[in-house]
């Protein structure tokens, strides 16, 4: 065992595992990075959480904290220090049917959420793949497959658990602490780890799903008639657009509408035929789980390498789609990803939370894959950033203080430090990528 860890507490025997344990392999990474931590502490509860914490400060090792490991930064793991892993708490219960209240612990995966929640009728808007955590999600934003109908996931947060960084279990609510719970929801990662978040989800069986092709013309015009198609969408039809380089530059659709009425959901997506040369459609009605299922689980090892960055867009102007466009094509491309926002999106007030962006329209997401991705990511957003109009923490490889900015601009930025202050004056949980 290594000597800055001789002392394990009793609390943590078997649930702390280093590197000369077999377990070690499957836990050390995150999904796009290969950590090299000195320990992984397998927490069961907020106890565990606490004494993790006390642990580190004893040995004088740096925090990293992980609810399901797809943090885009690799801010889950670290080389040398102690990685507080939330996995083994990932409990799902309905505390109250007729309200829809849910209580689920940090360490689920939105599939075993939307799993969870099926047999009561129930869905929590969450990301698009269901290996993601609810740690990372609920404290971050959460962008779904639901986000013109539901709204993001933070914004039906009602309650906290959260261990602070100075291992004080607390439960925060709008009554009880509603400094803490607005920090939670949005900038979460700085403030305290979350054991457990109540929130109220949507009455939801099954949803209409359509797959939809299309050829991009050059000049970019038919991601402006996406756009203007959804800002005249009803709240049930969500949208994400993928651009992809074929023989013609081709944007692949997923259109999620919340319904089960096969007429609704042919007048959610009719307009979207209209956008541009159809290749491809296929629409069938699915079951929500269908969208976050138990396939996309699996074991983080590092297997996607890659820089991430984004910003959310208010107007498609002609500029910008034409921007899109020849980043998606450049001979050094970038992977274009386009998320719809609006409907429930904009609903609430930007100051009632720390994510405040209410009004942009269009979440854009561009990747760029090893070798050179960070210098082929740079190069692209050079001509993309200037059309941005703030943007969402999670989808962010790289965090820095204009992150920081772009993500909380203005008081939201100032109220953010001084709650991140407030709760963690030693900036122990102070997000960092892994150096
Ligand atoms: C394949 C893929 C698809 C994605 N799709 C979407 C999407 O559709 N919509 C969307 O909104 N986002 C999406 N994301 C981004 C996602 O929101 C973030 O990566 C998120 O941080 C992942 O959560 P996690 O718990 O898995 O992360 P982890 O890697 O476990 O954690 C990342 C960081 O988040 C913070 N954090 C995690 N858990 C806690 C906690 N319990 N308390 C306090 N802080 C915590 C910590 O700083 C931690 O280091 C996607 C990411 C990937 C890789």
Same mark, same amino acid.
């Given at each position: 065992m290594n000597s800055s860890l001789s002392t394990v507490p009793p609390g943590l025997a078997g649930k702390v595992v280093m590197s000369d344990d077999r377990r070690y392999r499957l836990l050390r990474s995150t999904y796009t990075t290969v950590g090299h931590p000195t320990a992984i502490v397998l927490s069961h509860s907020a106890d565990d959480v606490a004494a993790a914490l006390r642990l580190a400060r004893e040995a004088g090792l740096r925090v990293a904290v992980r609810s399901g490991g797809h943090g885009l930064s690799g801010s889950g793991t670290n080389d040398g220090g102690l990685v507080i892993d939330l996995s083994a708490m990932h409990r799902v219960d309905v505390l109250d049917r007729s309200s829809r209240l849910v209580r689920v612990e940090a360490g689920a995966r939105w599939a075993q959420v939307a799993q969870a929640l099926a047999p009561h009728g129930l869905a929590i808007s969450s990301g698009d793949h269901g290996n993601v955590g609810v740690g990372g999600i609920a404290t971050g934003g959460g962008v779904g497959w /639901?986000?013109?109908?539901?709204?993001?996931?933070?914004?039906?947060?009602?309650?906290? =658990?959260?261990?602070?960084a100075d291992g004080t279990a607390v439960r925060a609510d709008a009554?009880?602490?509603?400094?803490l719970l607005w920090v939670m929801r949005g900038a979460g990662a700085g403030a305290g780890i979350a054991v457990a978040f109540e929130i109220e989800a949507t009455e939801l069986r099954d949803v209409g799903l359509a797959q939809l092709a299309v050829a991009v013309e050059p000049d970019g015009e038919t991601l402006r008639r996406?756009?203007?198609?959804?800002?005249?969408?009803? @709240?049930? /039809?969500?949208?994400?657009?993928?651009?992809?380089?074929?023989?013609?530059?081709?944007?692949?659709?997923? #259109?999620?509408?919340?319904?089960?009425?096969?007429?609704?959901? @042919?007048? #959610?997506?009719?307009?979207?035929?209209?956008?541009?040369?159809?290749?491809?459609? @296929?629409?069938?009605?699915?079951?929500?789980?269908? /969208?976050?299922?138990? *396939?996309?689980?699996?074991?983080?090892?590092?297997?996607?390498?890659?820089?991430?960055?984004n910003g959310l867009f208010t107007d498609m102007t002609p500029d #910008?789609? &034409?921007?899109?466009?020849?980043?998606?094509? *450049?001979?050094? $491309?970038?992977?274009?990803?386009? &998320?719809?926002?609006?409907?429930a999106s904009h609903d609430p007030d930007p100051s009632s939370m720390a994510f405040a962006h209410r009004h942009q329209n269009t979440l854009v997401?561009?990747? #760029?894959?090893?070798?050179?991705?960070?210098?082929?990511?740079?190069?692209?957003w050079l001509s993309l950033g200037p059309y941005t109009d703030g943007a969402y923490?999670?989808? =962010?490889?790289?965090?820095?203080?204009?992150?920081? *900015?772009?993500?909380?601009?203005? $008081?939201?930025?100032?109220?953010?430090?001084?709650?991140?202050?407030?709760?963690?004056?030693?900036?122990?949980?102070? $997000?960092q990528p892994p150096v």
């Open positions: /639901l986000v013109r109908q539901y709204g993001l996931t933070v914004d039906h947060i009602r309650a906290v =658990e959260v261990v602070l009554a009880t602490d509603p400094d996406w756009a203007a198609v959804m800002a005249q969408a009803p @709240r049930e /039809l969500s949208t994400a657009v993928t651009l992809s380089q074929q023989d013609v530059t081709t944007a692949f659709i997923t #259109a999620v509408v919340a319904t089960d009425s096969p007429a609704l959901i @042919r007048d #959610a997506v009719a307009p979207l035929l209209g956008i541009g040369d159809m290749l491809a459609v @296929r629409a069938h009605v699915v079951p929500y789980t269908e /969208l976050v299922p138990s *396939a996309h689980l699996h074991a983080n090892s590092g297997q996607m390498p890659s820089s991430t960055t #910008a789609a &034409r921007a899109l466009l020849a980043a998606s094509t *450049a001979p050094d $491309p970038v992977l274009i990803q386009l &998320r719809s926002l609006g409907g997401v561009a990747s #760029a894959f090893p070798p050179n991705d960070r210098a082929t990511l740079a190069d692209a923490v999670n989808f =962010e490889s790289a965090p820095n203080e204009n992150t920081f *900015a772009r993500a909380y601009p203005g $008081p939201t930025g100032t109220r953010v430090t001084d709650l991140w202050n407030r709760y963690d004056p030693d900036g122990v949980l102070r $997000p």
